[in-house]
């Protein structure tokens, strides 16, 4: 798959691999320089509270699909209602700097502990901001994460395994 093909499929950025900087005391974070927008991508990201005390840094072209998604929960519903509140308390819209930096609110740093280094990984459409020592009590080893990437596979309307 050539990297154009990559960009129509996803609809932007590719992110990959495991990146550990520090936030400085403006609470800002730099993204590692192929991550980062250029000057002709969106700049604009939602920052969500995540799984296991990590955050979520989602690009607007992923996120708008979910987000049209949403259209259709009515908040007339109790429960619908009390989630779109959570969710919505725990996201934030961020935009990165000239550097490619973006600030973290204190919210975020106190919800996911990040109070100086931090990992950031490629999570291929979207991209984890961890609390280290929380990143490596949370990933998975490659048995199994490979046997939850090979699930996908047997998902319905899937007509071929990558495997053949």
């Known amino acids: 798959m050539s990297a154009g093909s990559i960009h129509d499929l996803l609809g932007g950025r590719c992110y990959l691999g495991r990146h550990e900087y520090r936030v400085d005391t403006q609470r800002r974070i730099a993204l590692p320089k192929n991550w980062r927008p250029d000057?002709?991508?969106?700049?604009?990201?939602?920052?969500?509270?995540?799984?296991?005390?990590?955050?979520?840094?989602?690009?607007?072209?992923?996120?708008?699909?979910?987000?049209?998604?949403?259209?259709?929960?009515?908040?007339?519903n109790r429960d619908a209602y009390l989630?779109?509140?959570?969710?919505?308390?725990?996201?934030?819209?961020?935009?990165?700097?000239?550097?490619?930096?973006?600030?973290?609110?204190?919210?975020?740093?106190?919800?996911?502990?990040?109070?100086?280094p931090a990992v950031l990984i490629g999570a291929v459409t979207t991209i984890q901001i961890w609390n280290p020592?929380?990143?490596?009590?949370?990933?998975?080893?490659?048995?199994?994460?490979?046997?939850v990437l090979a699930s996908f596979d047997q998902r319905p309307g899937t007509t071929e395994s990558p495997r053949n």
């Open 133 to 147: 020592a929380n990143w490596e009590a949370s990933r998975m080893e490659s048995n199994a994460f490979m046997d």
């Open 39 to 76: 000057s002709t991508s969106e700049n604009s990201y939602y920052l969500l509270k995540g799984r296991e005390r990590s955050l979520q840094m989602v690009p607007a072209k992923v996120f708008l699909p979910f987000l049209q998604n949403l259209l259709s929960v009515s908040f007339a």
């Open 83 to 116: 989630a779109l509140g959570s969710f919505g308390e725990g996201a934030e819209e961020v935009s990165c700097d000239r550097q490619g930096r973006i600030t973290l609110s204190p919210n975020m740093m106190e919800y996911s502990g990040i109070d100086g």
